[in-house]
């Protein structure tokens, strides 16, 4: 079964930039989509950003745009996440997660069925 692994995380400061990586173990993003979620402390999780592996379409969430870019990075065979302009309500565990083996267009807001651990963002005032 493929495993995702969630690497980039860290603390920085209002405005600054953190780009997420993650990457399938033993395999590669052949189809399917792929997505960010995070979890502020506290609060439930939520969708952030999603690609679609065959086509590249995108879909980000309100708190993402402008700000959150998701793309695939052919080289690493990772997905990332380009995070700029980070506020403290940013936040949260970043988790990346997958839905492979099927044919998706756009990436979906659920039914992810492959998740990583999990990477730490803190942002401070």
């Known amino acids: 079964q493929v495993q995702l692994l969630e690497s980039g995380g860290g603390e920085v400061q209002t405005g600054g930039s953190v780009r997420l990586s993650c990457g399938a173990s033993g395999s590669t993003f052949r189809n399917g989509a792929v997505a960010w979620f995070r979890q502020p402390p506290g609060k439930q999780r939520e969708f952030v950003a999603g690609i679609a592996i065959i086509g590249g379409n995108t879909r980000d969430s309100d708190s993402a745009k402008g700000r959150f870019t998701i793309s695939k990075n052919r080289a690493k065979n990772t997905i990332d996440l380009q995070m700029n302009n980070l506020r403290p309500e940013d936040t949260a565990v970043y988790y990346c997660?997958?839905?492979?083996?099927?044919?998706?267009?756009?990436?979906?807001?659920?039914?992810?069925?492959?998740w990583g651990q999990g990477t730490q963002v803190t942002v401070s005032s």
């Open positions: 997660a997958a839905r492979l083996g099927a044919f998706i267009t756009m990436p979906p807001f659920s039914g992810y069925d492959t």
